[in-house]
């Protein structure tokens, strides 16, 4: 049979909506969350960041929410567009420096016209 | 600026020989990372490089070498490839300091070892 991790989470939503991309995270040291955002047949790209004393932050259309209690870490696009179509990831610098990134699996966004 | 660089874009290998991919970066940045992308899965890091002349290993580093001979390249080997290494694989680059985990990818190179 197939392994579950061959299936990415997916994500479908209606161009003008907000969506949200949830990621749980393992390692209640790490100190800097980030996410990074791949479209189809290219490298993935950084989003925005969050520093684990902070609950939130906010970039252009895009928020990032952190709950340390759950190890728990969210994305908020606003009014999604067609070009938001992509898998984003969830990261963390679990392995003690900041350049040493544990990634997550991945939630494909598909963005409806 | 170019960003990062990836050469070649793809690549298919019989079980058992070599290849070196190769990495250039224009940003004038220390650090430097390979690593591989699996379906359905996130990135894992193979080997990186916190300077020129130096390397280490990440999390998935065996049946790879790593030189890092100018601070603008950062080349990956397969001395024996396997099935197994089949992937697609990604170099980054990043700025030393607080700021090192905002990693500048590369395109990719798609390999398949049959």
């Known amino acids: 049979g197939e392994s579950v991790g061959l299936h990415l989470p997916t994500l479908s939503v209606q161009e003008g909506d907000n969506s949200i991309i949830n990621c749980a995270y393992s390692?209640?040291?790490?100190?800097?969350f980030i996410w990074y955002k791949q479209e189809s047949g290219k490298g993935p790209q950084f989003i925005i960041d969050?520093?684990?004393?902070?609950d939130k932050r906010q970039g252009q259309r895009v928020t990032v929410l952190l709950n340390k209690t759950v190890k728990h870490l969210s994305l908020q696009i606003a009014a999604t567009q067609p070009g938001d179509s992509a898998v984003y990831f969830c990261?963390?610098?679990?392995?003690?420096?900041?350049?040493?990134?544990?990634f997550g699996k991945g939630t494909l966004l598909t963005v409806n016209p | 600026n170019a960003g990062v660089t990836q050469t070649p874009k793809f690549r298919v290998l019989k079980t058992g020989q070599s290849m070196t991919l190769l990495c250039a970066q224009d940003?004038?940045?220390?650090?430097m990372y390979w690593y591989r992308q699996d379906p359905g899965m996130g990135l894992r890091l193979i080997h990186y490089?916190?300077?020129?002349?130096?390397?280490a290993k990440g999390e998935v580093p065996d049946g790879y070498n790593v030189s890092r001979l100018k601070k603008q390249n950062f080349l990956l080997g397969l001395e024996s490839a396997a099935p197994s290494q089949t992937s697609v694989y990604f170099c980054?680059?990043?700025?030393?300091?607080?700021?090192?985990?905002?990693?500048?990818f590369g395109p990719g190179t798609r390999l398949t070892v049959t």
């Open positions: 980054a680059s990043s700025r030393s300091g607080k700021s090192s985990y905002e990693q500048y």
């Open positions: 390692n209640s040291a790490s100190d800097y």
């Open positions: 969050i520093r684990s004393n902070m």
């Open positions: 990261a963390e610098n679990s392995g003690g420096s900041n350049y040493k990134l544990t």
């Open positions: 940003m004038n940045h220390e650090y």
């Open positions: 490089s916190v300077g020129e002349g130096t390397t």
